[in-house]
């Protein structure tokens, strides 16, 4: 799972170049308001965009023995990375256990390393979809921001 991190730098520099999420005063007007959140999510779309980009000309790559990075899509105010278990067919797994033993793992790696702190600070879900090796959907994950505010 590390290289996960290492490859979402990439995406957390561009995020970092649009800056934090601004706070509305009571001064400002509506429109006023309502057109940087409305540019500011437009920025953050494209960075997301822009970074999967970037990310997927490295891909695929092995993240562990039994895990291929495939894919990543950002945008719609999220990210998403597609992989595969080259080793398992869906048939061959227990969904329970392994449901009860990644949505924890993937929870604490979103919300306590550095390089995915970019995601929470601007409100980005990150969904971890998962496929057998023939190619079947069969789980996906995704932490919240909120998830981390009790982590």
């Known amino acids: 799972m590390r290289k996960i991190g290492k490859t979402a730098s990439s995406v957390g520099l561009l995020l970092a170049?649009?800056?934090?999420?601004?706070?509305?005063?009571?001064?400002?007007?509506t429109n006023d308001t309502t057109t940087a959140q409305t540019q500011r999510a437009s920025k953050l779309n494209?960075?997301?965009?822009?970074?999967a980009s970037e990310m997927?000309?490295?891909?695929?790559?092995m993240v562990d023995s039994e895990t291929r990075l495939d894919s990543t899509?950002?945008?719609n105010m999220s990210f998403r990375y597609n992989l595969t278990m080259v080793n398992l067919s869906p048939e061959d797994l227990d969904l329970e256990g392994?449901?009860?033993?990644m949505q924890p793992l993937l929870v604490n790696k979103v919300c306590t390393t550095k390089e995915m702190q970019v995601f929470i600070e601007n409100g980005v879900p990150v969904?971890?979809?998962?496929y057998g090796k023939g190619?079947?959907?069969?789980?996906?994950f995704t932490v919240e921001p909120d998830h981390c505010k009790s982590n």
């Open 17 to 29: 170049l649009i800056g934090p999420s601004p706070h509305s005063s009571a001064e400002e007007g």
């Open 135 to 140: 190619g079947k959907h069969f789980a996906s």
């Open 56 to 61: 997927n000309n490295g891909l695929p790559i």
């Open 98 to 101: 392994f449901t009860n033993e």
């Open 73 to 75: 899509s950002g945008g």
């Open 127 to 130: 969904t971890y979809s998962y």
């Open 46 to 51: 494209e960075a997301l965009k822009q970074g």
